[in-house]
């Protein structure tokens, strides 16, 4: 079966840090394009880190920039998402999706992914 589970988030205090993974069963992770979207109660899904390790580009959105960094998993087949000096702003429930590594699309195009994970929460507070 072909999936991919998020882990790592929870409840953290503004300015601290956290590391969410994204593990894949059933195929390669290197053979995909990943990326890190996060959704806020009410809000539109919203896309914060892209990783495309065939073409070498590593990128954060622009509104996370300097703040967060992707880079593949220290633990086999995973892709982390490494979040410092979080906000309360960055609550929200955090997924990993994979799609086609030569899809030359806008990183964050939501339609263009094929797999999802179910989403871990973080929640940062004040």
């Known amino acids: 079966q072909l999936q991919l589970v998020e882990s790592g988030g929870g409840l953290v205090q503004a300015g601290g840090s956290l590391r969410l993974s994204c593990a894949a069963s059933?195929?390669?992770?290197?053979?995909?394009?990943i990326a890190w979207f996060r959704q806020a109660p009410g809000k539109d899904r919203e896309g914060v880190a892209y990783?495309?390790?065939?073409?070498?580009?590593?990128t954060p959105a622009r509104s996370v920039y300097g703040r967060f960094v992707i880079s593949r998993g220290n633990a086999k087949n995973t892709v982390d998402l490494h979040m410092t000096s979080l906000k309360p702003e960055d609550t929200a429930v955090y997924y990993c999706?994979?799609?086609?590594?030569?899809?030359?699309?806008?990183?964050?195009?939501?339609?263009?992914?094929?797999?999802w994970g179910q989403g871990t929460q973080v929640t940062v507070s004040s």
């Open positions: 990783i495309n390790q065939r073409r070498g580009i590593t």
């Open positions: 999706a994979a799609r086609d590594t030569y899809y030359s699309g806008p990183y964050y195009d939501t339609t263009s992914y094929k797999f």
């Open positions: 059933g195929f390669t992770l290197e053979g995909y394009a």
